[in-house]
């Protein structure tokens, strides 16, 4: 077990800073503004990005002055919408735990190394990558959506879309919802997934008229 810990000691040592040993709690696991505002209301904000642009685009067809960012805009929507669906799949079927159901914070579940066999018998802890901050990564859509068409607006968006992730991502971690390495792999999976979608649907290809 010392071995297993050595190995994740920069995810353990960043969640050391927020859990309380002598109480054997995460303080701010139900912190008000962490809980609500950083979690449920931005996840909310998220959705309404999307929806905003999906609505938008089909604003499009009744707005002249919005039809040349039409497809951009449904590009924004759909890299989204699937950037987040794989996160969630990927988290629904993973074994790893998030730190408030780890023995060593409390909880019940082991911790094992990101690519090793889990101990048999292990529930699926479902924690692993982070879905949370996957919303504030998946605004780096809007980079692939506008690079030909507003490249400095798409770079401004890509390091927002960065930003975001990762506050919300540290969000979570302030809470014992997730490990640093949760977050940090949610944006990989989120830009390789907006990648791949680009390589197979480029942005400045038309699917809509």
């Given amino acids: 077990m010392l071995t297993i810990y ?41 959705v309404a990005i999307a929806l905003s642009s999906l609505g938008l685009s089909a604003a499009s ?10 497809k951009s ?16 799949i990927l988290k629904h079927y993973n074994q790893h735990g998030c730190p408030w159901d780890i023995a060593m914070y409390g909880g019940d579940l082991p911790l094992f190394e990101l690519f090793a066999t ?9 924690c692993f990558p982070a879905g949370h901050p996957s919303g504030g990564f998946a605004l780096m859509a809007f980079y692939f959506a506008f690079m030909h068409s507003r490249p400095r607006f798409a770079n401004k968006m890509l390091w927002l879309g960065l930003a975001m992730g990762l506050l919300m991502g ?29 390589w197979i649907w480029p942005s400045n290809k038309a699917l809509l008229t």
């Fill in 73 to 88: 805009l449904l590009w924004v929507f759909v890299g989204m919408v699937v950037a987040t669906t794989a996160v969630s």
């Fill in 118 to 126: 889990p101990p048999a018998g292990v529930e699926a802890g479902r």
């Fill in 6 to 46: 050595s190995k994740v000691q920069w995810d353990i040592s960043l969640t050391n800073l927020f859990f309380d040993a002598q109480q054997q709690v995460f303080s701010l696991k139900r912190h008000e503004f962490l809980s609500q505002w950083m979690h449920v209301d931005l996840k909310w904000l998220m």
């Fill in 61 to 70: 067809y009744q707005f002249s002055n919005l039809k040349v960012y039409r």
């Fill in 170 to 198: 540290l969000t979570q971690v302030m809470r014992g919802a997730h490990f640093l390495s949760h977050v940090l792999w949610s944006g990989w999976v989120v830009w390789v997934v907006l990648l791949l979608l680009y």
